[in-house]
Each structure stands twice: as C-alpha cells, then as structure tokens.
C-alpha cells in the first residue's frame, strides 16, 4: 500500500507564491505519471498538471507561465512551484500517483490534499 502526502498549501495574497510537495511512501516498486489536481468550492475536482517519470510534463492552459511541476525520483516526492497567484486558483490541491507494484500491477493513489486559498 502506497500513502501519497500533500503539504506547503496556505494563504497568500495575489500575485505571490506557494510550493506544494506531495511526498510518496509505502510499498513502492516504481512510479510512472504523476499529476496535480484542485478542486475549488462547489466544483468538480480538474487536473492542473502532470509528469511522466522522464520528466515531460503538461500543464492547464490557466496556469502555463505561472505554475511549474516538478519531481525528485530518488525522494519520491513531486512539487508544484505556484508563482503569480490568483484568487481563482482557491482550492484544495491534491496530488495523484501511478503506482507500480508486482502484486497489484499499477494503482493510482490520492493524497488527502492541501489548501490554497488566494486573497485579492
């Protein structure tokens, strides 16, 4: 069983800046893709990013130029760089592996999220 942990969320004020982490634990053979998601209030939950283990990555158009993501592979930890803050990126940020193991082949995981509220 994998465990995926977010931290780094909080609040801010436009225009400035957060790192998130999400930090992968537990019965890890290998990771492939990782990926950012947010669910702000009311909303359903959208993708933000993503990253392969090679490390391409993809991102929303809403927040290209301002957000980078970003993985350690040897810390198994993945990061979100948020620059240029806006209040429309309130929500709660949660991060999601592909988890390969040879019991259960690959599973994705979830961690329980972290809060980034944005005031103007």
């Known amino acids: 069983q994998a465990q995926l942990v977010e931290s780094g969320g909080g609040l801010v004020l436009a225009g400035g800046s957060l790192r998130l982490s999400c930090a992968a634990s537990?019965?890890?053979?290998?990771?492939?893709?990782m990926a950012w998601y947010r669910q702000a209030p009311g909303k359903q939950r959208d993708l933000v990013a993503t990253?392969?283990?090679?490390?391409?990555?993809d991102y929303v158009d809403s927040v290209k130029g301002r957000f980078t993501i970003s993985r350690d592979n040897a810390k198994g930890t993945l990061y979100l760089q948020m620059n240029s803050l806006k209040p429309e990126d309130t929500a709660v940020y949660y991060c999601?592996?592909?988890?390969?193991?040879?019991?259960?082949?690959?599973?994705?995981?979830w961690g329980q999220g972290t809060r980034v509220t944005v005031s103007s």
């Open positions: 999601d592996a592909d988890v390969w193991t040879p019991r259960t082949g690959t599973q994705k995981y």
């Open positions: 537990g019965s890890i053979f290998s990771i492939s893709s």
């Open positions: 990253i392969t283990n090679g490390g391409r990555t």
